[in-house]
């Protein structure tokens, strides 16, 4: 009975020694894979000059932006001359215009000599109004060939 528990006891040992070895086996194969894994195996860089040519590949460590402020500058003002202007056709735009030169034409006639006249019509047409060009206007007492001339010039 005692030869029982001795090669029951050597069973446990043996299995403690075994189970304890494998742990340890597994603890050096990875720290091995480890180490083979992350050494690097390829040769130090070499420090190049201006000039010269690199014999593999470099990769940089970090990344670097510069901007070409003029040549994007450039490429803007080219793309813009690219883009076709879009307007909106509303038409009911030259009516109002032809009704608002109208009664600044046919106001004025009536009274060539207001102080506000000046004011009056630019404020109608909706545009500044040159003092050489009013005079001409003024001189030729609002006539309806300038407004008939001055529409036909809006509408082209």
């Keep these: 009975m005692i030869n029982f528990f001795r090669r029951q006891i050597e069973k446990i040992r043996m299995m403690y020694y075994t189970k304890f070895n494998l742990m340890w086996f597994l603890v ?3 720290i091995i894979i480890s180490v083979i894994i992350n050494v690097n ?5 070499k420090s190049y000059k201006l000039g010269e040519f690199a014999d593999r590949n470099i990769k940089a460590s970090q990344s670097l932006e510069f901007e070409d402020w003029e040549a994007t500058e ?9 883009i076709p202007p879009v307007f ?3 038409p009911a735009a030259y009516t ?3 009704q608002h030169v109208h009664e600044a034409f046919k106001t004025l006639r009536q009274n060539p000599t ?7 019509f630019e404020e109608q047409i909706g ?3 040159e003092d050489d060009a009013y005079k001409v206007v003024f001189t030729n007492v609002f006539s ?8 036909y010039l809006i509408n082209a």
């Design 28 to 30: 050096l194969s990875s």
């Design 88 to 90: 909106d056709y509303d």
């Design 96 to 98: 109002t215009t032809e």
């Design 127 to 129: 545009k500044h109004i």
């Design 41 to 45: 195996l390829t040769k130090p860089y």
């Design 144 to 151: 309806w060939r300038i407004e008939r001339a001055l529409l």
């Design 74 to 82: 450039r490429a803007v003002k080219e793309a813009e001359q690219h």
């Design 114 to 120: 207001s102080p506000q006249a000046k004011s009056f």
